[in-house]
């Protein structure tokens, strides 16, 4: 087994990256690998015994870009460590099948050290030089983009991907092969489904890869050399129109075997030359801020009108978060903090996804001494909650409270009792913290989460929840009993200090300039 990537994928691979920062798995990861032969039962599977942990997972409802949602899932740790140590015993297999593709720019590659424990083999924005090289002397390129990737992944084509589907059904049994494995495991760890992978966990980018290096495989046979793929989403470049539509219908062929549809709204055949990149994102990378004071105050009134015009037309891209992280390249003096301050607040307002940049940007300047129009900051935020909140829109309501816990605004009751119906964890824990800090009134009753306080809901889609606020004493059990106690896996995390939620996150939270963290992207592509 590889010890290095077991850890990596505990650590750095478990939660998803969007989540705010005080969700960890530090402590998870320590506890897991230092006693990795001492572990309780199910911790680590065993072959020889048929007894299975099945439980559902945390969703936690992530905007994207314009009306975009992505659901994020948060496996039990209970799976997620059978999960992640099946996958690390066989980690070179695994490795070198996903290698296997040479059109992948998104393959794995293991990191040493970094933010997640395993990340793609290019970014996102080396695509243009790519896309670029890859279409001179042809005349047509197929833009393909696999419909809801991974929620359609049907998980008894794992096994087909890693073994070949004749092997995989004559190796039906769960210790017989390690497709098998795999797709036990994510069945178990969201209650049994056959229907998707999770997004988020690292592990999930690992198998999603598995299959696709198997329709990359076959296309290249007929159709060599001619593009790339970045997760769901393909571009394959040709002389003529015949064999890009010969392209198209062998790509539908070879997903349908894996039971995998092309998006009929995203798969389309250009003719060339084209853009290699969106308009916007030309014009507002290339744009400069002059020095002194006067001058950028004009330059940050037209490079937000010109973010604006460009996000009215093109409200599914990410427009404005690419806008708000340009303009982190300035620094803001004192006399034009309040044109910025309102410029990013206008952002958070139209946009809701970019919130954890705004903040990142609010919390950085008060750090450095600008004064901050609390007032309007904090209506920004009420309503935000008051637009979202009603809607499930989790992550929206959960930046907010986190922006209230690391700039120390109180919440309203009105506010307050509008998160307290939301059912998500993640927003939970957050607004309780808030509670426990008095940011919110210890008067307002959350007696929507209290029900979740059981020992079944740990096994449950409300697991992190049931735990944490009971290990913080921010929530009482629903019965009186210690339901942890009760639970030999979970009652291991409490014997050593496991926490997936870090109350001094919001105090430690520093904005020097060596350790200022950069805030989480939300990826644009479609799986």
Not at 17 to 23: A, H, K, M, R, V
Request: overall charge negative; charged content about 20%; hydrophobic content about 40%.
């Amino acid at each position: 087994m590889s010890d290095r990537m077991f850890n990596a994928l505990l650590q750095r691979g478990y939660f998803p990256q969007e989540l705010p920062p005080p969700f960890q798995t530090t402590s998870f990861a320590l506890a897991i690998t230092s006693q990795i032969s001492s572990l309780p039962d199910p911790f680590i599977y065993d072959p020889k015994i048929r007894s299975e942990f099945v439980s559902q997972p945390e969703s936690f409802n992530l905007a994207r870009a314009g009306t975009l949602r992505r659901i994020l899932s948060i496996p039990n740790p209970i799976n997620y460590t059978q999960l992640a140590h099946v996958i690390s015993s066989d980690w070179q297999q695994l490795l070198h099948h996903t290698q296997q593709s040479t059109i992948s720019m998104s393959k794995p590659v293991q990191t040493h050290g970094k933010i997640r424990a395993v990340q793609r083999f290019k970014n996102f924005g080396d695509l243009q030089e790519i896309r670029a090289i890859n279409r001179v002397g042809r005349r047509y390129a197929l833009k393909a983009d696999i419909n809801a990737f991974y929620p359609s992944v049907y998980t008894h084509s794992i096994p087909w991907a890693i073994h070949t589907k004749k092997v995989a059904k004559t190796q039906r049994r769960y210790d017989q092969s390690l497709g098998n494995k795999i797709d036990t495991l994510i069945r178990n760890a969201q209650d049994k489904q056959t229907k998707g992978i999770p997004i988020g966990p690292d592990t999930s980018l690992i198998v999603a890869e598995s299959i696709l290096a198997i329709v990359d495989q076959e296309l290249e046979k007929t159709f060599p050399n001619c593009g790339f793929r970045y997760v769901d989403d393909y571009e394959l470049c040709f002389w003529s129109l015949a064999d890009a539509e010969a392209a198209l219908f062998k790509l539908q062929e070879l997903l349908t075997d894996f039971e995998l549809q092309l998006n009929p709204n995203k798969t389309k055949i250009i003719e060339l030359p084209c853009r290699v990149e969106p308009k916007w994102v030309a014009e507002l990378r290339v744009f400069e801020f002059r020095a002194g004071a006067r001058s950028q105050h004009t330059d940050i009134i037209h490079f937000f009108d010109c973010a604006f015009e460009f996000w009215v037309h093109n409200q599914e891209e990410s427009v404005l978060k690419y806008a708000l992280s340009k303009s982190r390249d300035i620094t803001v003096p004192a006399e034009n903090w309040s044109l910025y301050e309102s410029f990013i607040l206008q952002c958070a307002i139209a946009e809701a996804g970019v919130l954890p940049i705004v903040i990142h940007l609010i919390k950085q300047y008060s750090d450095d001494g600008y004064r901050l129009n609390e007032d309007l900051i904090r209506e920004v935020f009420k309503r935000i909650v008051e637009l979202h909140a009603p809607r499930g829109h989790a992550s929206e309501v959960a930046w907010v409270i986190w922006g209230s816990l690391i700039l120390q605004f109180p919440i309203e009751d009105e506010t307050a009792n509008i998160i307290g119906i939301m059912s998500d964890s993640i927003v939970a824990l957050l607004a309780l913290d808030a509670q426990s800090k008095g940011l919110i009134s210890k008067t307002t009753d959350f007696k929507f989460w209290a029900e979740c306080m059981t020992a079944d809901e740990l096994c449950g889609s409300n697991w992190l929840l049931c735990y944490e606020a009971y290990e913080h004493r921010w929530l009482p059990s629903k019965d009186g009993t210690d339901y942890i106690a009760q639970h030999p896996s979970f009652l291991f995390l409490r014997n050593n200090n496991v926490h997936f939620y870090d109350i001094q996150s919001s105090i430690q939270y520093s904005m020097l300039v060596e350790s200022r963290p950069t805030p989480t992207p939300v990826y644009t592509g479609g799986y």
